[in-house]
Structure formats: structure tokens, C-alpha cells
């Protein structure tokens, strides 16, 4: 197979991972970008090194140290840097590919495949996690999770306190929830979910979700 070939294909499978699967979903242009030029700069870079002397083991190396740095550089979800990697992989299995032939192509498509599905909209959609802030100062777990969990109308499998302000009269949370089935359905102020207790702020406060994962 030629090197060529393999490029075509890099080029293909990145543009797909790119504009088919990321952007349509998440809607980030600034890491269309990121994701595209990692993939050129680490398939130019692996080809040379696959047709030069230069150990292949020192330049993947380098794209662990580079790739290390550019992510520390600014915040990205979990999601992102999986994709992130995807692109770096692409360019890889692009680059150094010609030996292996045919298992290259395979591991472009096994790695497409792999995102399109683990990132689609519809797996695991009702489960959510969210930094809370509370104000007030809870510190009962029970009561912590009852409030969460109507506020938020699901189902919290795990709230951990990442701050507790006894001056301030705040709590800041993260928190794991599930949405029920039929999360659609409006409820009342002050109905919570069946078999919990509705245990809200006092009345004057505020509890309010701040950042969404």
C-alpha cells in the first residue's frame, strides 16, 4: 500500500471524525482547528520520521510531551481530549501505517466507529453531573441529596462536597445524577420526586446550578 494511500485515508478519516462527528454535535470551531492541524502536523511528522533514521520511538515521545503540554495550556472536557487523541491517533495510524498495510486502515475505522458511537447523544443521555453551589450550609448527606435531587429532578447516585462555607452559609457540590424516563413531565414547586422527602432551601435562598458536564 502506498504512503499516498494512507495519506488520502488520514486526511478522509479526520475530516469525518472532525465535520460528521464533533463539530455537528458540540459546535466548537476553535477545536475544529486544533483537531485538524494535530492530525497534519503529527501525519507529516510520523511520515518523515517512518522514512528517515531517526528512531520512530523518539518522535512518538515527542508527540506525548507536546500533546501534554498543549492540553494543560487551556481547560478541555474529557470528551474533548478524547477526541483530541482520536486526531493524534488518525495521523499516527496515517504516518507510520505503510508497514502494516491494511491494519492501519482498520484501526482508522475502529477508531471512528469507537467515537461516533461512545459519543452519541442517545448513550447514556439521562445520565449528568453538575457543580452545584447551595446557599446554605448542609451538613447532613441525606439532606444534601434529597435538596439535590429536587432541584435537579433526577435521581443523585453520588454528591461529593467540594466546599462547605459555615460563614458564607454556602455549599458547593459535584454531583452525579440520573434523569428519570420521563424527565419531560413539569412538576410542581414543591412536589418532589416519588419516595423522596422534599427537603428545599430555606425560605429567601437561592440554589442554583453553575457549571453543566
Known amino acids: 500500500m502506498t504512503p499516498a494511500l ?4 488520514d486526511l478522509v478519516a479526520v475530516a469525518i471524525l472532525t465535520f460528521a462527528i464533533y463539530f455537528p454535535r458540540h459546535r466548537r470551531r476553535d477545536l475544529v482547528v486544533a ?3 494535530v492530525n497534519v502536523g503529527v501525519l507529516a511528522v510520523s511520515a518523515v520520521l517512518a522514512s528517515s533514521s531517526v528512531a520512530a520511538g523518539l518522535g512518538l515521545g515527542l508527540f506525548g510531551v507536546l500533546s501534554i503540554i498543549r492540553l ?3 481547560e478541555l472536557s474529557q470528551r474533548e481530549v478524547a477526541y483530541y487523541f482520536a486526531a493524534l491517533a488518525l495521523g499516527l495510524l496515517g504516518g507510520l ?3 502494516v498495510g491494511w491494519l492501519s486502515i482498520a484501526g482508522s475505522a475502529l477508531v471512528l466507529v469507537v467515537m461516533a458511537v461512545a459519543d452519541h447523544p442517545r448513550l447514556l443521555s439521562r445520565h449528568h453531573s453538575q457543580t452545584v453551589v447551595l446557599d446554605r450550609a448542609v451538613t447532613e448527606h441525606d439532606a444534601l441529596t434529597a435538596t439535590l435531587e429536587q432541584l435537579l429532578g433526577g435521581t443523585v447516585h453520588t ?3 467540594q466546599r462547605l462555607d459555615l460563614a458564607d452559609d454556602t455549599t458547593l457540590v459535584d454531583v452525579r445524577y440520573e434523569l428519570p424516563r420521563r424527565s419531560r413531565r413539569t412538576r410542581s414547586d414543591g412536589d418532589a420526586p416519588a419516595g423522596r422527602t422534599a427537603v428545599g432551601p430555606r425560605p429567601g435562598t437561592v440554589a442554583e446550578p453553575v457549571a453543566a458536564r
Not at 494512507?6 to 485515508?9: A, E, M, V
Request: net charge negative; hydrophobic share 40%.
Open 6 to 9: 494512507l495519506y488520502g485515508i
Open 35 to 37: 483537531y485538524l492541524g
Open 72 to 74: 494543560r495550556s487551556d
Open 97 to 99: 501505517g505503510e508497514a
Open 159 to 161: 454528591a461529593t462536597v
